[in-house]
T-cell receptor
């Protein structure tokens, strides 16, 4: 299967700082990547869809000025959590879309655990 | 109504038994269906995809799709304790870039 990496795997930061998370497709090109957030014992929550070369599409209720997404190349999307606060502490997971219209699939990165103190 | 519905469980089965996980979806135009496994504290891992009605087998896993009933299932034969995880059903909707995930069924395989 396709390999997606994320960096860092975990990060601890102080309240008010910004944190950047990278998502890379290692052995394929991904025109579309997705960003999810998952709180403990809860289901995946889609935050935004990231398309290479265009603005990300955010889900309802997700602040685009707080969660900045940049899909600068076919293998890299970044999520920046700006002015992070303790309530932003969560497990952030990216995925990349692979395949054609009828067979496309999502492959997930290993996730980034963010703790804001 | 949620796009994808799953029983949250937990579903408990003894080691060696068949585990049956079920999922229904609402978008009749959906063409692609997936099962992901998620261990606690880890990200989801794709274990099966199915695109046509019927059964698809891969090792101990069998995915079943019935588009008329809008129903997808996953059978795990000879269940092992290492299969204990949350299983997520996902559906590629008819809209562009629309993937929908169920909330997951927690499976416990008891030794």
């Amino acid at each position: 299967g396709a390999v997606v990496s994320q960096h860092p795997s975990w990060v601890i930061c102080k309240s008010g700082t910004s944190v950047k998370i990278e998502c890379r497709s290692l052995d394929f090109q991904a025109t579309t990547m997705f960003w999810y957030r998952q709180f403990p014992k809860q289901s995946l929550m889609l935050m935004a869809t990231s398309n290479e070369g265009s603005k990300a599409t955010y889900e309802q209720g997700v602040e685009k000025d707080k969660f900045l997404i940049n899909h600068a190349s076919l293998t890299l999307s970044t999520l920046t959590v700006t002015s992070a606060h303790p309530e932003d502490s969560s497990f952030y997971i990216c995925s990349a879309r692979v395949g054609g219209r009828r067979t496309d699939t999502q492959y997930f990165g290993p996730g980034t655990r963010l703790t804001v103190l | 109504q949620k796009e994808v519905e799953q029983n949250s469980g937990p579903l408990s089965v003894p080691e060696g038994a068949i585990a049956s996980l079920n999922c229904t979806y609402s978008d009749r135009g959906s063409q692609s269906f997936f099962w992901y496994r998620q261990y606690s504290g880890k990200s989801p891992e794709l274990i099966m995809s199915i695109y046509s009605n019927g059964d698809k087998e891969d090792g101990r896993f069998t995915a079943q799709l019935n588009k008329a009933s809008q129903y997808v299932s996953l059978l795990i034969r000879d269940s092992q304790p290492s299969d204990s995880a949350t299983y997520l059903c996902a559906v590629k909707g008819s809209g562009f870039n629309k993937f929908y995930f169920g909330s997951g069924t927690k499976l416990n395989v008891k030794p």
